[in-house]
């Protein structure tokens, strides 16, 4: 199999399995694409869409085909010197019935041998907490449900096990309590095996013997009447005692409650704030080994190539996890990727072993190259004037952390907050610090904290970590008294200032792991809500900037900024992935490209505004607050200008449906997201329904028909600008160091929206159909609405991937000199390795230069006397691009012959000496 030179993100489901790809897999080779990239594909929980809740790490979905369906897909890959990366989850579980493990905890509580696996709290001093799993999974108040009949024992005739139900859901009865349960027979056998079923309690061989117990009980309880007399017993109907059901209950596991006292009670880490998503301690080596033992073994056999790691800053180690899981790969050189967000300026440790991250930086360094840092005051006063909202995005982020972390994290961090106390009452230096101060300053600590995670371990904190935890221990201590701060002192040296090593070995040094540990856990989730899934809900000046890994702070960057993170990309992580669609994106590739031009033409965009508002007015809801708010009308403006499709014209009425249905879907998650006028936990259905009636009336009805064409006709006016942006993206990817990862569909224009929109299986048929070998690039051109002239240039260009792999991952970096009229309106950089070099040129801030212009490429002349200049030792070459070829003038090319035909370009050349 040849090397990674490109990847493609597949998303697999019931809809879209193992099977369904390879009917396309020559499509895929003949593309360029070098590896697919699989979205999870170990067993998820039944019906999944994305396979990130998975239930069973031992198997390949069946849904998706099982392990005979890897096979072949696997298989039709080697054909074609294909290779396949596997995205995978180490930090979480789905909890439920379809997960055998974590039943056999809620069956077992701690005597089960899975008891360690999940990140669960067993000790409490709260009785009702201790030894026991909190599932909060109720509509209501447990008392309530079960005077209400809701909660049920059931029997599992199947598997002889007693069972409560609870609506859909369903959960074990621990055996050893059966004996409470079949005292109400009466004299008989199943009497008599009461005793022997409450003797399981502490024995050491309890699970054994339970199952031939479990198999004498299902053999006794074939007559459905007796059984249904014996559950009778237990049944809550009106009139009926509720006490012995309750009984039973509280001899559990686990205890039922109210869905609501999660974000204060839960007793285990969860994924973010998703109550149905366990953490893992796959820092423990049998839980590793467990985890990933099926997945090794695949790669083993070679039916996987590499691997993707999801949301790596949950584990409690990510740098020994990542080195404990390249030490076991058989190829050593085998692909391994973390998704990773960086901060500004913040580099993905290097210790890791890893190949580089998943690609959320690269997306983000091309949006900053793609906007017009002039385009930041216009824009911020719009946002200003019409959403009302005067602070600025980090105070959007600051007042969005303060929010999770007093509702979503209020548990954890009272959790943390009773840790970190009781660490400090071992030490005499620190034992009079009071609870309340400590939950004081690690509250301000975490709300200043300025990036995902640290890493502090064994040997403390890297300048990188001492430099993020210095800067948010400078803004909590602003914000303490002096008291206080004595204690925000002592928190900096516990949660990692001190390097564990310093501390003897003992119990304490156990205690001080096991808290840093869950401080680092609890940062990444905080960060995430508070960020992606809020901030960038409720502020949006420039709603392109509003991403996954971004920093919507940051308007734009210039060139020298981009060249620089490529030189550092190539010099730390040569085979880091270049994204610039995922999964999780907010906005597809193109909506960001058509945004950023708002950002050249902000003035135009804030008198576009000022005309609509008043046509909305009509549609709009009265009432406090109005609806929507300036804000929300402002978010869905933008939104509507990202995404109108090429072709929807605004009396189309099939299409306005359908484009309507995705929308609503966006727009209702948006307003919820926000959590300002309402959100997921307390939906506000008068605000959310009078915001739909102004969507609907805006692209469906006859009352909306003006502002809807005045709309249609601005999207159409940024439509070039926002194509060229586009393709200027996909060249990048296609050429700066790194792996090229195309998101599927992508080789299209990509206007979707956030999951599940972005998730949506594509038109491979159509797709197929486009792809030429020689593109007519004249009649690509005039026809780009459609999409096919995306396609030919990530064609050509992988194409060259495929000709000179070496010059792409040896290759060198070399920013090149641009000067003349419209010099900032390019980037052009060299790659060279072995006596060939490449050349890429592609457009930036150009919306200028397209005024009039129907088509996403700049006339030959309004390039004026705009040049590239080249290093000396190229002066005198024969360049050949994507159309025709050029001779360097006295080491210098003329941008209007270069870019004369095309929107963006890629020129070679090759030594004398070197081979063809």
């Not at 079923?197 to 024995?203: D, I, M, P, S």
Request: proline share 6%; glycine share 8%.
């Amino acid at each position: 199999m040849n090397a990674i030179r490109a990847t493609l993100r597949l998303q697999f489901n019931r809809d879209f399995t193992l099977d369904d790809a390879l009917p396309w897999l020559d499509y895929f080779a003949e593309l360029g694409i070098s590896h697919l990239y699989a979205s999870p594909l170990l067993t998820a929980q039944p019906g999944s869409g994305h396979g990130y809740d998975v239930v069973d790490p031992t198997r390949i979905n069946p849904e998706l085909g099982g392990e005979a369906a890897l096979r072949r897909l696997v298989g039709g890959l080697r054909l074609r010197g294909m290779g396949l990366i596997v995205d995978t989850v180490a930090n979480h579980m789905r909890i439920g019935q379809a997960n055998p493990w974590w039943q056999d905890v809620l069956r077992w509580g701690l005597a089960s041998p899975y008891a360690h696996f999940f990140d669960i709290h067993w000790r409490s001093d709260d009785p009702l907490l201790d030894r026991q799993v909190l599932l909060p999974c109720l509509g209501g108040d447990y008392f309530d449900e079960l005077r209400a009949g809701r909660i049920r024992l059931g029997f599992a005739e199947h598997a002889g096990c007693f069972q409560l139900h609870y609506g859909e859901q369903c959960f074990p009865v621990c055996p050893a309590t059966y004996g409470m349960i079949l005292v109400h027979a009466g004299e008989g056998p199943l009497y008599e095996l009461a005793p022997r079923f409450a003797e399981l309690r502490g024995h050491p061989q309890a699970r054994v013997l339970a199952t031939a117990l479990c198999r004498r009980l299902a053999a006794l309880l074939g007559d459905g009447a007796l059984c249904e007399r014996l559950l009778g017993f237990y049944q809550v109907a009106e009139g009926q005692d509720w006490r012995p059901l309750h009984r039973l209950l509280e001899h559990q596991h686990y205890r039922l409650a109210n869905w609501r006292v999660a974000a204060d009670d839960i007793n285990w880490r969860r994924f973010f704030d998703i109550n149905e998503l366990v953490g893992l301690r796959v820092e423990l080596p049998d839980v590793f080994g467990a985890c990933h033992a099926y997945l090794l073994q695949l790669m083993q056999e070679g039916l996987v190539d590499g691997l993707r790691i999801d949301h790596v800053d949950g584990l409690a180690d990510p740098r020994g996890y990542c080195r404990r899981l390249r030490r076991a790969f058989r190829d050593g050189t085998a692909p391994l990727y973390v998704e990773k967000i960086l901060a500004v300026g913040e580099r993905l440790p290097a210790d890791w072993r890893v190949d580089g991250s998943s690609g959320y930086d690269f997306m983000n360094q091309v949006s900053l190259l793609q906007h017009d840092p002039r385009g930041e005051i216009p824009l911020r006063a719009l946002w200003e004037q019409t959403s009302g909202r005067r602070q600025g995005f980090d105070d959007e982020r600051l007042a969005a952390r303060e929010w999770v972390l007093g509702g979503a994290f209020a548990g954890d961090l009272e959790g943390m907050a009773q840790e970190l106390w009781q660490l400090a009452r071992t030490d005499l230096a620190s034992r009079d610090l009071p609870l309340g101060s400590i939950r004081r300053a690690l509250f301000q600590l975490l709300r200043a904290f300025p990036v995902y995670r640290t890493y502090a371990g064994a040997c403390g904190r890297s300048a990188q970590d001492r430099r993020y935890f210095e800067q948010a221990r400078g803004a909590a201590e602003e914000r303490l008294d002096e008291h206080d701060r004595r204690t925000l002192a002592w928190l900096g040296r516990v949660l990692g200032g001190e390097p564990l090593r310093a501390v003897p070995p003992g119990p304490l040094r156990q205690k001080r792991r096991q808290v840093l540990a869950r401080f680092q856990q609890l940062t990444p989730p905080i960060a995430a809500k508070a960020l992606e899934d809020t901030a960038c809900y409720r502020h949006a000046a420039a709603l392109g900037r509003n991403d996954v890994g971004f920093d919507p702070q940051r308007l734009a960057a210039p060139p020298a900024e981009f060249h620089a993170a490529c030189q550092v990309r190539l010099a730390e992580f040569p085979r880091a992935l270049l994204a610039t669609a995922t999964h999780d994106h907010k906005r597809g590739e193109d909506c960001r490209a058509r945004l950023a031009a708002l950002s050249e033409r902000a003035p135009w965009f804030a008198e576009q505004v000022a005309q609509w508002r008043p046509l909305a007015a009509a549609l709009r809801h009265p009432g406090t607050p109005p609806a929507p708010s300036g804000g929300d009308e402002l978010i869905l403006y933008q939104c509507l200008l990202a995404s109108w499709p090429h072709e929807l014209a605004e009396d189309d009425a099939e299409g306005l449906r359908a484009y309507h249905q995705r929308i609503a879907r966006w727009q209702l998650k948006a307003l919820r997201e926000a959590k300002l006028e309402t959100d997921w936990s307390a939906p506000v259905q008068a605000y959310e329904s009078a915001c739909a009636d102004f969507l609907d009336t805006l692209l469906l009805q006859p009352a909306g028909r003006e502002l809807r064409g005045a709309v249609a006709a601005a999207a159409r006016a940024l439509m070039p600008a926002g194509a060229l942006n586009g393709l200027a993206q996909c060249l990048l990817r296609c050429t700066a160091p790194g792996v090229p990862d195309l998101y599927q569909g992508c080789e299209f224009w990509d206007f979707s929206l956030v999951d599940p929109d972005n998730r949506r299986t594509p038109d491979y048929a159509r797709r197929q159909a486009t792809l030429q070998a020689n593109p007519d690039w004249p009649q690509l051109l005039e026809h780009w609405r459609d999409g096919r002239i995306k396609q030919a240039l990530l064609h050509q260009a992988l194409q060259l991937r495929r000709r000179w792999p070496q010059l792409f991952e040896h290759g060198g970096y070399q920013p090149l000199d641009l000067h003349g009229e419209h010099a900032g309106c390019l980037l052009a950089f060299l790659r060279s390795h072995a006596g060939r070099h490449l050349l890429v040129l592609v457009p930036r801030l150009c919306a200028g230069l397209l005024e009039d212009t129907p088509l996403p490429r700049v006339d030959a002349e309004r390039w004026g006397d705009t040049r590239v200049r080249l290093p000396a030792g190229l002066a005198g070459r024969h360049w050949q691009g994507l159309v025709g070829g050029h001779r360097d003038d006295d080491a210098e090319l003329a941008v209007a012959a270069l870019l004369g035909e095309l929107p963006a370009n890629l020129l070679t050349c090759a030594d004398e000496e070197a081979s063809p």
